[in-house]
């Protein structure tokens, strides 16, 4: 190879580097709205022999604008040496449940369709998202977990409604979701 035809590959690996580095960035941003969530459980669903088994996981996560709710998500995790790595991408299919586990109160005003919670589910293009809405005509906090990609999402979703009731005796001021929409 000549000097001429080094420097051309080269170049064309260094624009290749940067522009997976600079989608990389793009794609991480921040990953999660919310703390990271807190491992509940797993469960072995494919057996693999030498390699890590495909596994449903449970996580739970506190709405961090919303005091008083938690959501508890199911995701399947591709085992195998590709999964180990972290290079699978990961399906789709995905289940949620909301719940009030206290007094709820809004910390801030609310876009509706926020994102609660956010995760990349593959190496580069595959994320999946919680978002909160609210629906005032019924005073009920709505959350929808679905997943996207760069070029085609998945249709595929779940949702769960946590209506905003007093928590206790105590609790007799019941905030309105609608005031704390934008």
Request: net charge positive; proline share 5%; with cysteine.
């Amino acid at each position: 190879m000549t000097s001429k035809a080094i420097v051309k590959c080269d170049r064309k690996w260094r624009i290749l580097a940067l522009a997976v580095l600079a989608l990389t960035l793009w794609q991480s941003g921040p990953t999660v709205a919310a703390d990271e969530p807190d491992l509940i459980f797993r469960r072995s669903t494919v057996f693999k022999l030498l390699s890590p088994n495909d596994k449903l996981a449970t996580y739970g996560v506190d709405d961090p604008e919303v005091e008083g709710v938690a959501c508890h998500f199911t995701v399947p995790e591709k085992g195998g040496f590709k999964g180990w790595l972290g290079l699978a991408e990961e399906v789709s299919d995905i289940s949620l449940a909301c719940r009030q586990i206290g007094p709820i109160r809004f910390k801030d005003k609310m876009t509706q369709g926020d994102d609660m919670f956010r995760q990349r589910r593959s190496l580069f293009f595959k994320k999946m998202q919680i978002v909160r809405g609210c629906d005032a005509k019924r005073n009920v906090l709505v959350y929808m977990v679905y997943s996207d990609r760069l070029i085609e999402g998945s249709p595929k979703n779940s949702t769960s409604s946590v209506p905003i009731m007093p928590w206790g005796a105590a609790d007799s001021a019941v905030q309105k979701c609608g005031e704390f929409v934008q």
